[in-house]
């Protein structure tokens, strides 16, 4: 290994150790995993919803975006009660089951 190469990583080893101990620097960076989680939980949200607008079976929707059963017939129902405010509460039964 070069003394370039050497020095470098020195560097960053020295640069991950103050962040290691910096309580700021890890709150922040937390707080961006936390913010970076909830946009992927928004997208697969996104996805199902739009599973669910061309009438996929309940059971492949959980399958392709992981997100539970109980939440995608949350989902559901909010659509259907959205989208048919009379029916509020109305949702249909799941006779999707869980392998």
Do not use: C
């Amino acid at each position: 290994m070069t003394k370039t190469k050497h020095t470098l990583i020195k560097e960053i080893d020295q640069l991950v150790e103050e962040a290691n101990h910096d309580a700021d620097w890890r709150r922040a960076y937390m707080m961006y995993e936390m913010e970076l989680l909830d946009a992927r939980k928004e997208g697969k949200l996104e996805d199902a919803k739009a599973m669910l607008m061309d009438d996929l079976p309940i059971e492949k929707i959980v399958q392709y975006t992981g997100l539970t059963l109980f939440r995608i017939e949350e989902l559901r129902d909010s659509i259907l009660v959205s989208s048919h405010p009379s029916r509020k509460g109305k949702g249909r039964k799941s006779t999707a089951k869980l392998q």
